[in-house]
């Protein structure tokens, strides 16, 4: 990794530390003292000023470490924390394999597994399910830096050996998420029974799409929400300021320079995964992506457009010869699993199913 890069990371750790607002507060108050200290009119202006800052500061990096408290006694991990590489990862294993292979559940972007919750619970009442907080993630600590696909596939493996999950899984990703659980079928093609891929990420959108700046917008996003939340200062419900902080490196890898550096590692290329069974499920068309299309130039562009995505969204069928595509239902969009969880745990259950006959 380039050597900015390794500085982002190393600021983005630092960050991460929920207890940073505070010796932050207490130098800003000093430098408020010095100020003060230097008795012209302007140095006292100024200081009064800084110091004024540095208490209101304070005052929110206290509380942030207060409602965090709080909503860790008020909402306890409901699974196991494991340890993983000296770090605590959260998953949440329910319902029985009754001979089938256990499903393995990972939400898009960088979201905790509650984020799959109603899949989870649904899909319990007939094979063993499990959720996993990604390290940064739900009730899993933060973790190293910097955050990377191919980690985290490590991580999720060591994850489900360490609780004793049994294998063969399925594992099931959506968005981000999809491309994630491709890298551990790669990887350890022994544990896997099936992959499901939810509209997963095709990088070839990531390196060819038309110039976009959403994927920066977001990772600058990401920061601004962990130092409001180091200081008090975030809208909604309490967070730690590592979640952000963990998104915005991982997601680092989702540009075309970022991309170029971790390609070989990440990248699940044609025949990649054998004849590994690989259900594809995703929209027929592009609702949801109008503004996407809103920035053509012209209607021929935005015709080349739609085409690139619809095309690019097939590319995992290539993955393996065992693969199939599914379309969602009519009217859904890239978040189809929130818009229709029955029919995503319906064609999840119905490989488990496919499974079991096969290997009983």
Do not use: K
């Not at 991460?16 to 010095?34: E, F, H, I, K, Y």
């Not at 029985?96 to 649904?122: C, S, Y």
């Amino acid at each position: 990794m380039r050597r900015d890069g390794r500085v982002t990371d190393s600021l983005l750790a630092l960050l991460s530390r929920d207890w940073l607002g505070v010796p932050v507060t207490v130098l800003v108050v000093a430098v408020g003292g010095v100020l003060l200290g230097v008795g012209s009119a302007w140095a006292v202006v100024l200081g009064g000023l800084v110091t004024a800052a540095g208490v209101l500061l304070a005052v929110g990096a206290v509380r942030h470490l207060v409602l965090v408290a709080r909503e860790a006694r008020a909402n306890p991990p409901p699974g196991r924390l494991v340890d993983v590489g000296g770090h605590r990862m959260h998953l949440l294993a329910e319902g029985e394999a009754a001979g089938g292979p256990t499903v393995v559940w990972v939400p898009g972007g960088h979201a905790p597994g509650a984020d799959f919750r109603e899949l989870h619970t649904m899909l319990s009442a007939r094979a063993r399910s499990v959720l996993v907080d990604r390290l940064g993630t739900g009730w899993s600590d933060v973790g190293p830096f910097p955050r990377t696909t191919a980690g985290e596939a490590e991580e999720l493996v060591a994850a489900l050996q360490g609780a004793g999950e049994r294998p063969p899984f399925v594992f099931v990703g959506h968005s981000f998420g999809g491309l994630l659980v491709a890298n551990v079928a790669r990887r350890r093609p022994e544990l896997v029974a099936g992959l499901v891929l939810l509209d997963p990420t095709p990088l070839e959108v990531i390196a060819f799409a038309p110039p976009s700046r959403q994927l920066a917008g977001m990772r600058r996003g990401f920061v601004r929400a962990a130092v409001r939340q180091l200081f008090g200062a975030h809208r909604g419900p309490e967070g730690r300021a590592g979640q952000g902080c963990a998104a915005a490196s991982v997601f680092a890898e989702l540009s075309a320079p970022g991309l170029a550096r971790v390609g070989w590692d990440t990248v699940v290329y044609d025949g990649d995964l054998g004849d590994l069974p690989l259900v594809l499920v995703i929209p027929r068309d592009l609702i949801g992506g109008e503004a996407v299309l809103a920035g053509a130039r012209d209607a021929v562009e935005a015709e080349r457009i739609r085409r690139f995505y619809l095309r690019s969204r097939t590319r995992y069928l290539a993955a393996s010869t065992a693969s199939r595509l599914v379309h969602t239902p009519a009217g859904t969009g890239h978040d189809f699993p929130h818009e229709a969880p029955g029919f995503v745990v319906d064609v999840v259950a119905g490989l488990v199913q496919e499974l079991r006959v096969v290997s009983p």
